[in-house]
């Protein structure tokens, strides 16, 4: 099995550094999702900051969380680092790196269903 969480088909993605996270504030994301390895931030809509995340595990899998978690994991990430309004942003939570996902047309990618 795949540790891409692309569905099949999925157009191929690039993948831009952005920032790197302290470990201090990974640890305490992942203390939020237990179990989460990657956060996922969609791209803002109208130029604001995202309003939600999505958790995944190591294995690229969906990690259901409450909506107050996923949108504390949006704040905080918003807040701490620079985000591209225009694309999804992808947060590892073992490495600390932030990285931005543009298509290969350079269009935003959607998320994971």
Do not use: K
Request: net charge neutral; charged share 20%.
């Amino acid at each position: 099995m795949p540790s891409s969480i692309r569905t099949t088909g999925a157009p191929p993605r690039d993948r831009r550094l952005v920032a790197t996270a302290s470990v201090a504030f990974a640890e305490i994301l992942a203390s939020l999702a237990p179990g989460t390895a990657m956060v996922r931030l969609n791209s803002a809509a109208e130029g604001g900051l995202p309003r939600t995340a999505e958790a995944y595990d190591v294995r690229g899998r969906h990690l259901p969380q409450p909506l107050a978690i996923r949108q504390a994991m949006a704040r905080w990430i918003g807040q701490a680092f620079p985000l591209d309004r225009g694309c999804a942003h992808e947060l590892d939570l073992a490495t600390g790196e932030l990285t931005a996902l543009v298509g290969a047309d350079g269009e935003d990618l959607p998320l994971a269903a």
